[in-house]
């Protein structure tokens, strides 16, 4: 009987492996290997020069070339460690297909890391390109989006600084942001997650080309402001960061302030923790804005001995009015286009949807009439490891 | 037939996995957006209800599983036809599930691999888990639940950073008919579908304790369920309500120091590894089912047939994710009410009419 | 691939029915043979692409129909 | 199935033809008729030594003592049984043949364990036991004569089973000293052995072993029965027992386990379970055996408890490391590409740029290369071997690298996973044939392939029994209580209970904590734990 039952099985374990080959024996479909991908790891979105449609470029690493970075190899034998390739097609998507025409390797675009759009295709609308980034299963959602004036082929072609691959650079100028605060970084799923809402505009960061020494450069210019994915108008530096002070998005950076006997000091943030409240009463949109702000002493181009606590009052009332400034800076402009890039619709509409439901579809008129009211709270906390400036000075008596 | 026997704390494991199965990644009424919490608390009351009335059924016939039950209340003729109607119930929850699991893999990882290499190898492992008996289901199951809690406890970590409890709001914007009938949704599909452990009841060795462990499986399945989705309209914001597989993508953003990314596979494996279990009940309760019906002493060999059948319904469930979405949003609470609340209550109202004599003839 | 697939099915059948003959399971044995030939002509209708309704399409038209 | 039946036919067939020699024959009084017996029965055997001799004087009885050349002790012949047979009994007069066997017995002979055999076949297997036998003319009985002693191997460590710390003894192939060796361990009247012969040609003796009053009875009875049930020609190994008395004979895990080593043993014997000794090698088989078992060393119990479960943790790891890494490397470097960070992406399609092979065959390929190496390593003399490793190695691996055949990244993962290997010592079969397996689904469905094998692999153990035990206890049923042998190693003193699905006639070990240690519970519990 036992043996019985294991001849049953040696039998049935043959069957099974007859079984199990016919399974295995078609396999591999989506088998793609290392050598035959085309990594990109950027990419330019334009609207095609002629006809109708996108044009879009990419930016492919030849990793052998990246990896044996030897210098002094150099000769004509040396490839640049990136390929450019523009494709163009009536979608986006026909345009990354129409890209194997051109390419012997098939695009690989899990690993994109930038979508470069150009202005053109900002005021035309941005979601209809984006679309195949979302919906496809290959993009990620984590690519940063910037807006170029430029070319965004350019972009991607341009020297990077330290890096080689100007793509990888972007990220890297994105992740720093926080040193300054003065750029907002976008991704793909902020982005999208900003535009289904009714109210919000969205921002984009601004990337352009300067040349210096006859090379092309990259650099970090501003805020671009979308208002129903399209672009209205721009944010500078110091726009920018104040509204960055609202999202509570300022996590570094530097402020320098006019000192009142001449000269200026500069001081390092370490955090802000802002409060927004938006109400509606009497008929207006009422914003307060708490920001309690955290900087230390950073720099200073005066003699004066700022280390005595009268002194840190006055720096912390000058520092209240900077950062003051540059919100009012901000909403100024966002006023001015009309674009509620802070999201105190939304705010509203979370925190008290009966309202909002009336308010939404005349937003427009309530934002610009909004009145708002900013407090700010700042604290100089570090000196730095000086006390004072070297300078020396009378014993007090 | 079957002699495993398991115990109450694997049956409360089972009705967990079974529950989270696969509506984990497919999860029906996010229209509803950031109240989906309230829906599967409301939704987890719902089924506790209709396991109520199963277990009412089952307190008055201790030991039987609902098709002998069927035919102790109707006698065996109607009794049949009511357990051929269950069978058609498990068919088509089996197959669903499978189906689902396989739009799921080809809209997500194996876009060009053919639906059949997919599911071929997976059903054979079904069949086999199947076969080796509810014990081994029951063990197998549990280091594989384990695995999803522990996955999904490790997520809440992973997306504190980018977790907006703002996004839960507001609370209660939408009319309160379309959250009940969302509610509805949830409560048949899937605490509903719980109804597929009447068959597997009689299996447990403590029987005083089958109450306890099936409210505990299906607590902490709402549980689960109500944390995964807090997370992904958390982090998703209105965005999950676009979004085919909203789970699925909110661990796609997930960028923890460049180190911690690309973690689409945590969804996929809870899925996949819940999905299994939920097909291998199904099948199980297929397979047991069609022996009992047949009068047959063993339901072994029936897995291998009835596996080919969920195959093939599985190919044939709905022809696109939208037709899918748009069943589970119309038909779904209907069709489910009928299984689990409809059928039970006449059961359960034949036996209570036909009362005492029924139940001293019942052994 | 209709070949194929009857010697699928053949194969199936091999690896249940000499167990189940060897111990005189003739009931199981008939209960197994007919849902695994429903499974074959399913899977050859769906092969030779016959169009089998979708069964949750079917559910939605038979209730639009009702409502 | 015919040819099946045709073939069991014809073995019973075999059977009747060639029956088994001759047993149970009686003995002839006649002393020649039993010299003749012997010698058609052992063949012109050159190793089988007759010494005649004349017993007493008055009524002089012609003898004599047989024993196979190197399988007795000389000095025991010679000054326990020749010597006094022959100057003792010079002056002995009037003793009748029928009482001179007995006498012998009592006033003569020195040597310890003495036997009287009226039959054939036991003499003869005593013969090829290395034992004396002493026929008298006149007597139908045999004195069967303890003079084992032959050539063995001196009790060192085993290889397979190296340790740094603790007892550095090992078994020998001798079941004499190994059954002494567990006695020196477990001094407890508790300690019982029984003894059978099994092998139909080679009568190899086997001996099971267990704790009285700790083991459950019902074990015992189960391991005895499946012995009994053993119908095998010869017995050189444990495992040729192992095969027949297996749970899962078609199972890649071992569902028996072994040991060479006799401090394992004992604490396997106090968990409850039982061992099988079998004569001639120094592997003893325990059952039941956990998976979980297979990640312990007896090193475990002989460091400090927090190192101890550090070190069980990266065995867990390089366990599965050594399983699951070139299957999870082909998935993603073949179809999850998507998952790797884009710098390693870079790094690791820089080094595999422009190798022809897709990355399962590169795998697979290499794989097959490393146990080639690995055997000959292991079949070759030691110097040899070492040689062939580093050749095989480094200049196969750098070879294969710089002439673009394979990626450098292919040979990094197969060294680790190859060294990864040897840290589960007792699952390197196993590790082998599931990393195959593993490798060549992820090569087809990628890591949809390997969550296949994974379940697959899940379901199998968790319908595995052992002896009646779940395999994959105490994970899978879940008890609690005895994971402080398994996830960690819980101080000694914190591990008062035997497992519980084994050892559960007599649950408690010693009271917990650092307690007074009389009783008998207590020093029982001072052996360390091996299971």
Known sequence: MADDRRKNRIFRGSLGLLLLSLVLSGGCWDRRELETLAVVTGMGLNYAAQGDGYEVAFQIVRAAQLQSASGGAGGGGELKPVWILRSTGPTVFEAVRNATFQSSRRLFLSHNQVLIISEAVAKGGLLPALEFFVRDHEPRNTQWLLLTPDEPVEILDAAAGLERVSALAIVDLMKQYQLTSKIKPVYLADYIKTRIEKTTANTLPIIRIYETAGKKELLLDGTAILKEDRLVGFLDHKETRGLLWVLGEVRGGVITVDLPGGGKATFEIFDAIPKVKVEFKEGRVQVKIEIK??????????????????????????????????????????????????????????????????????????????Q???????????????????TYRELRK | MDQGRISAGQLTLLVMSFTIGSWIVLPTGLQSGQNIWLIILFGLGGG?????????????????????????????????????????????????????????????????????????????IVIYGCRRGIEVIARSNQPLILATVGLILISILLVLNIFEADN????????????????????????????????????????????????????????????????????????????????????????????????????????????????????????????????????????????????????????????????????QPYYGLFFCLVLPLITLGTALLRGRARREMAP | MIVLMILIFL????????????????????????????????????????????????????????? | MFKFLWRKLRLAHLRK???????????????????????????????????????????????????IDGLIDQQIVHRDIISPLLNGEKGRKGQDSKGLLEYLVRQVLSVGAVKKEPKFEPVVQALLEGKTVLFLDGQAEALLLATEGWEKRAINEPDAERIILGPHEGFTENIRINTALLRRKITNPGLHFEEMKLGRRTRTTVAIAYLKGIVNEKLVAEVRSRLKRVNIDLVLDANYLNEFISDAPFSIFPTVGFTERPDVTAAKLLEGRVAIFVDGTPVVSTVPVLLVESFQSPDDYNFPYYYATFIRWFRYISFVLAVLAPALFVALGSYHQELIPTPLLITIKSATEGTPFPLVVEMVMMGAVFEIIREAGVRLARPVGQTISIVGALVVGEAAVTAGLVGAPTIIVIAITAIATFVVPDLLGPGIILRLFFTILAGVFGAYGILIGLLFILL????????????????????????????????????????????????????????????????????????
């Open chain 1, 293 to 370: 702000e955290r900087a230390g002493l950073g720099a200073q181009t005066t003699y004066a001995d700022l280390s005595t606590p009268e002194q840190f009052k006055k720096l912390e009332n000058l520092q209240t009015k900077a950062i003051e400034d540059e919100i009012r800076a901000a909403l100024a402009k966002a006023k001015a286009y009309k674009a509620d890039i802070f999201g105190f619709g939304e705010y509203l509409y979370k925190h008290d949807h009966r309202t909002w439901q009336r308010l939404q579809k005349e937003w427009e008129r309530y934002f610009v009439d909004a």
């Open chain 2, 48 to 124: 506790m209800f209709f396991a109520c009335l199963g277990l009412l059924l089952y307190r008055r016939f201790p030991g039987k599983n609902l098709f002998e039950i069927h035919e102790l209340v109707f006698g065996p003729v109607i009794g049949k036809f009511f357990s051929l109607l269950y069978l058609w119930f498990f068919l088509q929850t089996g197959g669903g599930t499978l189906g689902v699991f396989v739009t799921m893999l080809k809209s997500t990882v194996f876009t060009a691999t053919p639906d059949l290499a997919l599911l071929v190898p997976w059903v054979i």
């Open chain 4, 17 to 67: 033809k060639n029956p088994l020699p001759r047993m149970y024959r009686e003995l002839s009084p006649d002393l020649e008729v039993n010299l003749t017996a012997i010698r058609r029965e052992l063949g012109a055997s050159p190793d089988l030594i007759i010494r005649r001799i004349t017993v007493g004087s008055a009524p002089a009885t012609t003898g004599a003592l047989l024993y």
């Open chain 4, 460 to 531: 199998h153990l968790t319908s595995l029994r052992s002896f009646g035990v779940p395999y994959l206890s105490p994970l899978v049923p879940l008890s609690p209580g005895d994971l402080k042998d398994v996830l960690i190693r819980a101080p000694i003193w914190a591990m008062r209970t035997r497992p519980r699905l084994i050892g559960w006639s007599q649950p408690e070990r010693q009271p917990f904590g650092f307690g007074s240690s009389g009783t008998e519970e207590g020093e029982e519990g001072e052996a360390e734990d091996g299971g």
């Open chain 2, 168 to 331: 839960l709001l507001p609370f209660l914007d939408k009319p309160f008919s379309r959250i009940a009938w969302d509610a509805l949704g949830v409560a048949v599909f899937p605490f509903g579908q719980g109804v597929i452990f009447m068959m597997i009841l009689p299996r447990v060795n403590r029987q005083q304790k089958v109450a306890g462990a099936v409210f505990g499986g299906l607590i902490g399945a709402g549980l689960v369920l109500m944390i995964i989705q807090s997370l992904a309209v958390g982090v998703l914001g209105k965005v999950a309500e676009v979004l085919v597989f909203p789970t699925y993508e909110f661990y796609r953003i997930i960028d923890i120091a460049q180190v911690l990314t690309r973690l689409e596979l945590i969804p996929l494996l809870n899925f996949l590894t819940m999905g299994f279990i939920k097909i291998m009940l199904c099948l199980y309760a297929l397979a047991f089912g069609t022996a009992q019906l047949f009068n047959l002493r063993t339901y072994r060999p029936l897995a291998i047939p009835i596996g080919v059948l969920l195959l093939v319904v599985a190919r044939r469930i709905f022809p696109s994710v939208s037709e899918h979405m748009r069943y589970f949003e119309e038909v």
């Open chain 1, 372 to 390: 708002v009211e900013i407090k700010i709270e700042a604290m100089v906390e570090e000196l730095g490891l000086v006390t004072r400036p070297a």
């Open chain 3, 11 to 67: 194969l199936l059948f091999l690896w249940e029915a000499p167990g189940l003959m060897a111990q005189e399971y003739w009931r199981e044995l008939a209960v197994f043979t007919i849902l695994l030939i429903v499974g074959l002509v399913l899977s050859l209708l769906l092969l030779t692409g016959v169009k089998l309704p979708y069964i949750e399409s079917f559910w939605l038209n038979l209730f639009e129909k009702i409502v």
